[in-house]
């Protein structure tokens, strides 16, 4: 099973997302800004479409919760928010302090690709809400590795996905109109799986 090269993510790319379009173009009198009137945009919603009915994202749910039946887990998808599916596993260890630190090992499981990138957040929270800035970490550390791993193999299993190519997660798509990121230029990363990866419940 190979990966797949940066070209062929390109061109992924460019089936969903239309050339052009910046954020000055938009019409917020209209019903519907410029580039969302594109064939493009529109498979960029069929997939998100198609991603909230699909059967095989409850099958790996549920195989989550049957692999890590002591943990708490669960859906933490943003629908149309980004361009990915995503679930996560919750270790909690109680602080010194009277905080919590909160390690999240997540699964970004694209909806327009057949790629996913598993990752870890880490975070120290207080009562009331009080917390620090979430920690990402696009390569897992070492103490759960063994966790992420497991995920992963569970993602190439039940769905027969491909880990996201990291080398390739900064490759700039300028040209493309990549709505839910506003002024900030495109990656292959962003378009194909999200630019806010820390942003979870």
């Known amino acids: 099973m190979s990966d797949f090269t940066r070209e062929e993510l390109i061109r992924v790319a460019h089936h969903y997302y239309p050339v052009g379009f910046p954020v000055e173009t938009d019409t917020p009198e209209q019903p519907l800004h410029p580039y969302q009137r594109t064939a493009e945009y529109g498979r960029w919603l069929a997939a998100w479409e198609q991603a909230l009915a699909w059967k095989d994202w409850d099958s790996l749910l549920d195989a989550v919760h049957e692999a890590f039946p002591g943990d708490e887990a669960g859906d933490v998808t943003q629908p149309r928010m980004a361009a990915c599916l995503r679930c996560c596993l919750y270790r909690k260890e109680s602080q010194a302090d009277g905080g919590q630190r909160v390690t999240r090992v997540v699964a ?46 569970l993602i190439e299993r039940v769905l027969g996905y491909r880990p996201f190519p990291l080398p390739l997660a900064e490759v700039a798509l300028p040209e493309l109109r990549v709505g839910y990121l506003k002024r900030a230029q495109p990656t292959l990363l962003t378009a194909l799986l999200s630019d806010r990866l820390e942003n979870l419940p």
């Open 108 to 153: 970004a499981v694209s909806v327009l690709a057949p790629v996913y990138r598993v990752y870890v957040t880490t975070q120290a929270i207080w009562f009331r809400q009080r917390s620090t800035p979430a920690q990402l970490f696009l390569e897992p550390p070492s103490e759960v590795r063994p966790l992420a791993g497991t995920l992963a193999l």
